[in-house]
């Protein structure tokens, strides 16, 4: 009986896992079958966008009216999505009112006010309006702070980082996540209680290079470089490895080489934007490195976004994070 239950309460468990995930996603995570034979033979197409969101056909009929976003080859395809879909349908439609502040904005210490952060115990971080463009940019530092702190492939790096000088190589850094100034990833370090020093080298194809401001070159414990090349190269000498949202399905960005080269025995962590990417890439991650660990990040960017690829998907950034560690 017991080992019914217990398989019953880890069956719940799971399932809730799952709803919890699609729930946070912001997506209700509808796949259509009948698109797929179509998607297959099409990289092309963007359901919702050039084609119907439901079957992928290239007869455009209807505009979704709630959202005025996704499009449909019929109204019983738009009806079958709506019914699906509206939480999305209304997220879809208001973002059209977040588009103004886009940018990255240049963050002076005073301004920041960390103090907006209500940490408890580093789990939960509620970071309260007006701050999006902060609280966008401070995504990053404390989706890293995150992962040396709660995640378990981390735990020697994160024992090494109380007094040790540690190396973080991110791969595919864009110039928000270059955005935060060393002493903003200073702070995120300190607050999740490392007490080390900290080289954090940014790579990416999108990235500026860029030097860091004078003043903080000998005054802060947190140096950034900035390479905007390939990551192999770096990969060796990091005490700890971040992926943040490399788009794997994306063929402008081929991080196989960096992938194929990650070190052994280092902690690695990937970064994906939304619960289809995690779904298409988790397979890759489980390739390269031995997975431990896959959740939610609390530290996501608040901004939601629509998919580029599928109009009626939307996600935040770097919203699910996947841990694991090379076999030796
Ligand atoms: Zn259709």
Request: net charge positive.
């Amino acid at each position: 009986m017991g080992l019914h239950a217990g398989r019953r309460r880890s069956k719940r468990a799971a399932r809730l896992q799952r709803a919890d995930l699609r729930a946070r996603d912001g997506n209700n995570g509808r796949y259509y079958p009948q698109a797929d034979a179509r998607l297959a033979n099409n990289p092309d197409l963007a359901p919702g966008i050039n084609c119907c969101a439901v079957c992928a056909r290239q007869f455009i009929t209807k505009v979704c009216p709630v959202s005025r976003r996704v499009r449909y080859c019929s109204a019983h395809h738009m009806l079958m999505d709506a019914k699906a879909r509206a939480p999305s349908m209304r997220v879809l439609r208001t973002l059209e009112m977040l588009k103004d502040d886009l940018e990255p904005v240049s963050i002076e210490r005073d301004e920041l006010g960390l103090s907006r952060l209500a940490n408890d115990g580093f789990g939960v971080v509620e970071i309260t309006p007006p701050a999006w463009a902060y609280a966008e940019t401070m995504s990053y530092p404390l989706s890293v702070a995150h992962c040396l702190t709660a995640l378990s492939p981390f735990r020697k790096v994160r024992r090494r980082a109380q007094s040790d000088a540690i190396r973080i190589v991110i791969m595919g850094a864009s110039d928000a996540e270059a955005a935060a100034a060393p002493h903003v990833w200073l702070s995120c370090f300190r607050q999740a209680g490392l007490r080390g020093s900290f080289t954090v080298v940014l790579v990416g194809p999108e990235l500026s290079p860029q030097e860091p401001a004078e003043a903080w070159k000998e005054t802060c414990d947190v140096r950034l470089e900035y390479l905007c090349e390939t990551a192999e190269d770096v990969l060796e000498e990091a005490d700890a490895i971040i992926g943040f949202n490399l788009g794997l399905t994306v063929d402008a960005y081929d991080w196989g080489p960096a992938l194929e080269r990650l070190p052994a025995g280092k902690p690695i962590a990937f970064f994906t934007n939304s619960l289809p990417e995690l779904k298409a890439e988790l397979e890759v991650y489980e390739l390269v490195c031995r997975v431990r660990t896959v959740r939610p990040n609390p530290f996501r960017s608040p901004r939601w976004r629509q998919s580029t690829s599928m109009a009626n998907d939307i996600y935040r950034r770097h919203s699910y994070v996947v841990a694991g560690t090379v076999e030796v």
